[in-house]
């Protein structure tokens, strides 16, 4: 049986050291001058697998056996799935787990969503002061409860961000975006050391959670 074909919607320009077939996906591990720069990184995460829920009594169910959070912009962690509550009918679910993804649910308001964005991690030391040179938005609030969702533009692109830790915060954004997303994150990012990084550098930012 023949695989599917998918291209990210977000190539870096770095040469890649190890790669893994996925899905039809082919997944950067690791760049050639990766261990070269101390961080932080933009880990290209598009191939993770995303769905989106919605339910006009949201509050009354169970996405893949996830409970919903209560408030807008909370985010529950469940083992490898991430649930984030947009507004009063909708939630997202992200894949962020080592092991395999689960099936797409055959029920009413499931989709799924992967193949319609982009997602990006920026991940590692120094996610910060990298993050206040693309978006006036506030995402590491004190007095918000990590992880939090935060919805609204980073380089006038409309995203959708969790902020896990100050190490880690990840996005999604339509797929159209991606290069030029990507390429300008990069570049307003250069200047205090951002770089890209496989999905290793992923991995050991959630590990550290």
Partial sequence: ???????????????????????????????????????????????????????????????????????????????????????????AIWHLGEEPPPPTPQVSGCTETTDGHCMLAFAGPGVPHVLEQVTALDLFDPARPTPFLTQGPVLRVPCQIVTFAAHLVVMTLARGYGRTFADAALTSGGPVGLNPGGERRFVEAMAAL
Avoid: C, K
Wanted: proline content about 11%.
């Fill in 1 to 91: 049986m023949r695989l599917p074909f998918r291209r990210s919607p977000a190539p870096f320009d770095g040469a890649p050291a190890e790669t893994e077939l996925r899905d039809g996906w082919t997944v950067v591990l690791r760049y050639e001058d990766e261990d070269d720069h101390p961080g932080p990184w933009l880990v290209d995460l598009s191939h993770r697998r995303r769905w989106d829920f919605q339910d006009r009594h949201l509050a009354a169910q169970t996405p893949m056996d996830l409970p919903v959070p209560e408030e807008y912009g909370q985010v529950g962690i469940h083992g490898p799935l991430v649930i984030n509550r947009m507004n009063r009918t909708q939630v």
